[in-house]
């Protein structure tokens, strides 16, 4: 079933309710603590790192074209979400809703007119 899951495919709702249904079934809720689950994240968010420290912008897609390094960052990917989504549910965090209340304070900080093809707010030169 998950394997035929894409991004086009599949709802946020659906993800969130397979995870719980995968930690229910393994008896974990027990652990999830928002605590936990927040270092959770931070401790898969490095593991993601790890394949490309040391690389060049370059070099980080070259990564990302072999299959066997791209299935491992993958895997990765799916551990910081799978711990994002369990943060979510233990905590009642709707995602979406976060991700766009976020998304509309970024465009307030971050107008199209000064930030355009720039990392940064600040001058430059300074």
Known sequence: MAED????ETTVA???AAW???VD???WRQFHWPKNLAMAVAAESGELLEPFLWT????SLDILSQPRKREAVEDEVADVAGALLAFCNAAGIDLCRAIARKMAKNALKYPVELIR???S???EGN
């Open 56 to 59: 060049s912008g370059k070099e």
């Open 14 to 16: 659906q993800l969130r």
């Open 121 to 123: 707010l600040e001058r």
């Open 20 to 22: 719980e249904r995968f």
């Open 117 to 119: 093809g720039r990392h």
């Open 25 to 27: 079934e393994r008896d």
């Open 5 to 8: 899951w894409s991004d086009s």
